[in-house]
């Protein structure tokens, strides 16, 4: 039947995160799918047109009529290669959760996400956030930019943060014990009375901040 009607199916790759919905930098394909009729395929094989052509084609008709928006319940996603917003930005702003988003790449990657820059899509930016008082025990905070923030008086036991950025911190008070600091920059932050008691500090950064203050 000349009008009858098939369906192409197409797969686009995506990256979630957002406060609100605190998933790993995960992928998930998204089924798109787009009529053809029979005898535009018909005329396509005549024609000897290659599939990958036509679903080329498909694709482009796809994005322009919308139909690969993505829905979900956190901000637009950032592409490979490109970082998120502050998440002071985010919607939600500066929240528990907020500090799980792609915990588990970070976990694994810290040194691709905190010091080579090979992963920017799964850093963290804190900077300006106020954790003050808040308990973190047991986040993962390892390669987060948390230049500025402040987590003075809060409880971060056992938290880890290998190669983390806290230049310029407030942390006057924190419980830290047994937290993972390796490679952590901490230059010209405060750490007025922070309790380090049994944490690993190996190559961890004290000294002047970014302005040059201690």
């Given at each position: 039947?000349?009008?009858?009607?098939?369906?192409?199916?197409?797969?686009?790759?995506?990256?979630?995160?957002?406060?609100?919905?605190?998933?790993?930098?995960?992928?998930?394909?998204?089924?798109?799918?787009?009529?053809?009729?029979?005898?535009?395929?018909?005329?396509?094989?005549?024609?000897?047109?290659?599939?990958?052509?036509?679903?080329?084609?498909?694709?482009?008709?796809?994005?322009?009529?919308?139909?690969?928006?993505?829905?979900?319940?956190?901000?637009?996603?950032?592409?490979?290669?490109?970082?998120?917003?502050?998440?002071?930005?985010?919607?939600?702003?500066?929240?528990?959760?907020?500090?799980?988003?792609?915990?588990?790449?970070?976990?694994?990657?810290?040194?691709?996400?905190?010091?080579?820059?090979?992963l920017p899509e799964a850093v963290l930016d804190l900077g300006g956030c106020d954790y003050s008082g808040q308990d973190l025990s047991g986040k993962i905070l390892s390669?987060?930019?948390?230049?500025?923030?402040?987590?003075?008086?809060?409880?971060?036991?056992?938290?880890?943060?290998?190669?983390?950025?806290?230049?310029?911190?407030?942390?006057?008070?924190?419980?830290?014990?047994?937290?993972?600091?390796?490679?952590?920059?901490?230059?010209?932050?405060?750490?007025?009375?922070?309790?380090?008691?049994?944490?690993?500090?190996?190559?961890?950064?004290?000294?002047?901040?970014?302005?040059?203050?201690?």
């Open positions: 039947d000349g009008g009858a009607m098939h369906v192409a199916t197409l797969s686009k790759t995506h990256s979630l995160a957002s406060p609100a919905c605190p998933l790993d930098i995960g992928r998930f394909h998204r089924r798109v799918t787009a009529p053809v009729t029979a005898a535009a395929s018909s005329q396509t094989d005549d024609d000897g047109v290659s599939m990958a052509r036509i679903t080329q084609k498909l694709f482009a008709g796809a994005m322009v009529a919308g139909a690969l928006t993505l829905t979900s319940c956190g901000p637009a996603a950032a592409e490979a290669g490109q970082k998120h917003p502050p998440v002071i930005d985010m919607p939600g702003g500066c929240t528990l959760e907020a500090l799980d988003l792609f915990k588990d790449t970070r976990a694994k990657f810290s040194l691709e996400v905190g010091t080579t820059g090979a390669g987060v930019i948390a230049t500025g923030a402040n987590f003075s008086n809060a409880t971060l036991v056992g938290a880890e943060m290998s190669r983390a950025k806290g230049q310029d911190a407030i942390f006057t008070g924190a419980n830290m014990r047994s937290v993972n600091a390796y490679e952590v920059n901490l230059g010209g932050s405060d750490l007025t009375n922070v309790d380090f008691d049994n944490a690993i500090l190996t190559n961890a950064r004290f000294g002047k901040g970014k302005g040059g203050e201690w």
